[in-house]
């Protein structure tokens, strides 16, 4: 299994970037998928989550309206569209896959099966 996610540079305050996760090895229909970001000297954190239909959402409250993720299950994708990027959203930026229910509690690490190795967002001043 595979997880490997792009995308991610150096981008100004205000601007935007698109991160992608392609996944090998499982069906990415079968899994919840999640992004999540760990900043230097911070722990890593959830960022957004979509159910396996991506009929379902959630968002940490810091980036609710500027962030979005969606799927698109037959390229076996998983995207974060990230607007309006903050100083505060320089981070290595990982997508993860779970198996988990519907009562699983998707902004936990722990939840998550697989991981990509990280792409790093930079944002200047």
């Known amino acids: 299994v595979q997880l490997q996610a792009s995308g991610g540079g150096l981008v100004q305050a205000g601007g935007s970037v698109r991160l992608s996760c392609v996944a090998s090895?499982?069906?990415?229909?079968?899994?919840?998928m999640g992004w999540f970001r760990q900043a230097p000297g911070k722990e890593r954190e959830s960022v957004a989550s979509?159910?396996?239909?991506?009929?379902?959402?959630d968002y940490r409250d810091s980036v609710k309206g500027r962030f979005t993720i969606s799927r698109d299950n037959a390229k076996n994708t998983v995207y974060l569209q990230m607007n309006s990027l903050r100083p505060e959203d320089t981070a290595v930026y990982y997508c993860?896959?779970?198996?988990?229910?519907?009562?699983?509690?998707?902004?936990?690490?722990?939840?998550?099966?697989?991981w990509g190795q990280g792409t790093l967002v930079t944002v200047s001043s």
């Open positions: 993860a896959a779970s198996r988990g229910v519907y009562s699983s509690d998707f902004s936990a690490a722990s939840t998550y099966n697989y």
């Open positions: 090895g499982i069906r990415l229909r079968e899994y919840v």
């Open positions: 979509i159910w396996r239909s991506g009929t379902t959402t």
